[in-house]
């Protein structure tokens, strides 16, 4: 089946890390992705990583996926004020299809 | 990267009528698609855009309701017919550069539409 489910909130103080997590059902799963959505703006592609690997590092930003348990999350170190917005992961399915999750909202407080 | 544009930005329409969403894309791509996050909602697929052929639907949405032109490799369009207040949405055009196969996915700034 196609489902991909997030914690729905996540609050933080700035300069903590920020761990969001993400399950996923659909074990053929070639890419996994993480998106930034800000209030009123478009998708902004994070990262993504390929299923046959298991952390990806970029700059703040570090994603480990769990694929034997189908558990995909993206870590925020040093949260800054400007992370706060929704998050999103999304699994693709074949070679066309994303499927997403329900976002979660990150709220940095200062 | 791929920087998308869409036309327009927002609008707010009757129901009953008809409204075209344009996406523009400012380098060749191969795979193009529409999807939709309704109020409070993730995104949906609604189709692939497929150039100098007709779109391939996902369960849920057809032809008549969601028309798609893919003249090119650069330029789309979504229609919504016969819109009611459930198609109130934000409709985002998204594109993957590198070979199909590859990775990197964009998403265009979105057109978010309210119908009365």
């Known amino acids: 089946g196609e489902d991909v489910e997030q914690s729905l909130f996540l609050s933080v103080r700035e300069g903590d890390s920020s761990v969001i997590n993400c399950t996923y059902t659909?074990?053929?799963?070639?890419?996994l992705y993480w998106y930034k959505q800000e209030p009123g703006a478009g998708l902004q592609l994070l990262t993504y990583i390929f299923s046959n690997m298991d952390m990806k590092q970029d700059q703040r930003l570090t994603v480990l996926l769990n694929k034997k348990d189908k558990h995909l999350s993206l870590r925020i170190a040093d949260t800054q004020t400007g992370d706060s917005a929704i998050y999103f992961c999304a699994e693709r399915i074949g070679f066309q299809k994303l499927v997403f999750g329900t976002g979660t909202r990150l709220l940095v407080s200062p | 990267s791929a920087v998308i544009s869409q036309k327009p930005s927002r609008d707010i329409c009757q129901r009953g009528t008809s409204l075209t969403i344009q996406c523009q894309v400012d380098?060749?791509?191969?795979?193009m698609f529409w999807y939709r996050q309704q109020p409070g909602q993730s995104l949906t697929l609604i189709a692939t855009a497929n150039q100098g052929s007709e779109a391939t639907y996902e369960s849920g949405f057809v032809i008549d309701k969601f028309p798609i032109s893919r003249p090119n490799l650069t330029f789309s369009t979504l229609t919504v017919s016969n819109m009611s207040p459930e198609d109130s949405s934000i409709y985002l055009c998204?594109?993957?550069?590198?070979?199909?196969?590859?990775?990197?996915?964009?998403f265009g700034p979105g057109t978010r539409l309210t119908v009365l």
């Open positions: 998204s594109v993957r550069t590198s070979g199909g196969a590859g990775g990197e996915q964009f």
């Open positions: 659909d074990s053929s799963s070639t890419y």
């Open positions: 380098s060749q791509v191969t795979m």
